[in-house]
């Protein structure tokens, strides 16, 4: 994380000397070739700010009531497109929060010419070096994880996801009620005696769940509409784009199922039928038929997300 130094109009600069100026990245004198300035003073600063991402190489924001949540929102949204975030501070809370929002902390923070936040702005910057020596590997692979418990939970609403093409079989959607733990649950491709196939249909699980998209974010099944991307699976992990043609949203009753890798746990919340199907071991099998014990193929990552996007760090959802 650099440290820049407001020597903007204004400023009393009487605290600092040349010696600690050596210790900063950058003084700031109002403009820059390489900087946007954006004033945070409500949601349409927020836009603003997201508009400019992967545009420019630096934006710098002010906020006229210092909050977290714009500022995450545009760490997250700016996160490997090369736009760089600063954030003007003005506090030791400040520079701490700025410093380590979302694990992963702005790339600059412009204080005011004093000696204590320069010298508490050095040390952060020292603390965040440190961790980036030593990041948490964010990892995401299609494997088998142990069916640890199946339960009836009672009636919900349940999310039918209908793309507008066709599934082949083997083909399905990433479901889980935890953004590091999906399970693929298996598009209606497979005949049945008692209702017909439904080839473009994927019977996802209830409103709360999250569906993996086609950039790799994250959505609850209950945000999608019609026009969405969402990503679309096989069994051998390959994924590829297709897009949704409606949503449909019923009453219906649920099975919870559990399952872990050993080191990741996960969840999912699917209705109570036959004709819902994961990829177990040794081939589909209905979620009426799932035993604890049998193998299902999930997506697993160590990863965090904020607003749907993956982000390297931690994250505990239970």
């Known amino acids: ?69 714009p500022l995450e929102n545009i760490i997250s949204s700016s996160r490997g497109t090369g736009t760089r975030i600063a954030a003007a501070v003005s506090s030791s809370d400040d520079i701490t929060g700025a410093g380590f929002a979302l694990e992963h902390g702005v790339d600059a923070v412009l204080i005011p010419p004093k000696i204590d936040l320069l010298n508490y702005s050095l040390a952060i910057s020292n603390q965040v070096a440190s961790k980036e020596r030593t990041p948490d590997q964010a990892q995401s692979v299609l494997q088998y994880s142990e069916v640890t418990d199946i339960a009836a939970v009672g009636i919900g609403d349940r999310v039918c996801v209908d793309l507008i093409d066709t599934l082949e079989l083997g083909e399905g959607l990433l479901i889980g009620s935890t953004a590091n733990a999906m399970v693929m649950v298996h598009g209606e491709t497979v005949p049945s005696e008692y209702v017909p196939t439904r080839p473009f249909r994927v019977n996802a699980g209830a409103v709360h769940s999250y569906c993996l998209m086609a950039d790799q974010t994250t959505k609850y099944l209950s945000e999608l509409v019609s026009g969405d991307k969402v990503s679309v699976i096989n069994l051998r992990g390959t994924l ?24 990741v746990s996960g969840q999912a919340a699917l209705q109570q039928a036959e004709t819902i199907r994961l990829v177990g071991y040794e081939g589909l099998v209905s979620v009426t038929n799932i035993n604890v014990g049998d193998r299902v193929l999930t997506r697993m990552s160590t990863g965090m997300r904020h607003i749907g996007r993956e982000l390297d760090g931690v994250m505990n959802e239970r």
């Open 240 to 263: 590829r784009h297709s897009t949704v043609g409606r949503v449909k949203i019923e009453k219906r009753p649920f099975l919870l199922v559990k399952y872990s890798d050993g080191s």
């Open 1 to 69: 994380m650099e440290v820049w130094l407001d020597f903007t109009a204004g400023k009393d600069f009487s605290d600092i000397d040349s010696a600690m100026i050596e210790n900063v990245q950058r003084q700031w004198h109002g403009e820059s070739k390489d900087v946007a300035e954006v004033e945070i003073d409500g949601f349409r600063g927020q836009e603003e700010a997201a508009s400019l991402v992967g545009l420019v190489d630096w934006i710098l924001l002010r906020c006229s009531d210092w909050t977290m949540i």
